[in-house]
């Protein structure tokens, strides 16, 4: 099942975020680095739907929108990196060192 996803950004980086009755469930926060690169930092999602798939839907978010914007992601959250290292369909949003 598709979540609706939000996107909030301001001057230091942003979140891609998902609510239930006003209530934020899942989210995925980054902070810029600079105007092309962002460090995905963090991923959550309650307790209550994990295992149905919402924390990948916010990272396929970050992914489309990094594409779309070309940014490039540095992935620090321990579960993005580990995606990252399993799924190379979405290696070309990653920093090249």
């Known amino acids: 099942m598709a979540h ?12 891609f975020l998902y609510s239930q009755n006003g209530r934020r469930v899942g989210e995925l926060t980054y902070q810029r680095v600079g105007e092309k690169l962002v460090i995905l930092d963090h991923t959550f999602v309650d307790e209550s739907l994990r295992g149905q798939g919402l924390a990948r839907e916010l990272l396929d978010a970050i992914v489309a929108w990094a594409r779309a914007t070309q940014t490039k992601i ?18 070309d949003v990653l920093e090249v060192a």
Do not use: L
Request: hydrophobic content about 35%; charged content about 25%.
């Open 4 to 15: 609706p996803i939000d996107h909030e950004e301001h001057s230091r980086g942003g979140a």
């Open 74 to 91: 540095r992935p620090t959250c321990s579960y993005a990196v580990v995606v990252f290292a399993r799924d190379k369909s979405i290696a």
